[in-house]
């Protein structure tokens, strides 16, 4: 059973670079696409993009300025970053395995940005 | 961007009911959606991929159909545990956008 665990900072000051890792277990990430979402506090979801093994990328317009995505593969895992972050970058992180429909997400990790 | 608005934003039901959340898209998305159920404080869970194609181990009290830009999810007998919000997601283009969710509520 695939298991995704999100880790990082809680806390970001505004203009400082959000960093988070996706640690998988139980599958590989050579066989798959691996997603990020957020979810501010009390709101609804936004995808901000995707990444495949091979490192091909598609991000969300809004933030395809700031958004890096990366795999490692010797380590089984994927990283976001999102730099110049704002307030408005305040929400819950997920990692999600898939695309186009992703079928198991990571716990999340709130990630607060604020001075 | 495709907007994607779900109706009703709310709903109260009973268990045993038989509930229907729609989703409309901005534009045709063939069957590019998904449905996904979140509860309190957990990550989202998908239900339905496809349109209509239920995902392993989800109940089959839950179903998906539409195409087009119409959409919705049934569920046929409610029970406890489906009490929750309710996302819809294109997968047609990006960005993949979400509905804004529907909450179900214990009448």
């Known amino acids: 059973q695939v298991q995704l665990q999100v880790s990082g900072p809680g806390l970001v000051k505004p203009s400082e670079t959000l960093s988070l890792t996706c640690i998988v277990s139980?599958?590989?990430?050579?066989?798959?696409?691996w997603s990020w979402i957020r979810q501010p506090p009390g709101k609804g979801l936004e995808w901000i993009g995707y990444?495949?093994?091979?490192?091909?990328?598609n991000y969300n317009p809004s933030l395809k300025s700031r958004v890096t995505t990366s795999v490692d593969t010797s380590k089984n895992q994927i990283s976001l970053k999102l730099t110049s972050v704002t307030a408005a970058d305040t929400a819950v992180y997920y990692c999600a395995r898939g695309s186009h429909g992703p079928d198991s997400w990571g716990q999340g990790v709130l990630v607060t940005v604020s001075s | 961007d495709i907007q994607m608005t779900q109706s009703p934003s709310s709903l109260s039901a009973s268990v045993a009911d038989r509930v229907t959340i729609a989703c409309r898209a901005s534009q045709s998305i063939n069957i590019n959606i998904n449905w996904f159920q979140q509860k309190p404080g957990k990550a989202p869970k998908l239900l339905i991929h496809?349109?209509?194609s239920l995902e392993s181990g989800v109940p089959s009290r839950f179903s998906g159909s539409g195409s087009g830009t119409d959409f919705t999810l049934t569920i046929s007998s409610l029970q406890p545990e489906d009490f929750a919000t309710y996302y819809c997601q294109q997968s047609y283009t990006i960005p993949y956008t979400f509905g804004q969710g529907t909450k179900l509520e214990i009448k």
């Open positions: 990444i495949s093994y091979s490192g091909n990328t």
């Open positions: 496809a349109a209509s």
């Open positions: 139980g599958a590989s990430i050579r066989n798959y696409d």
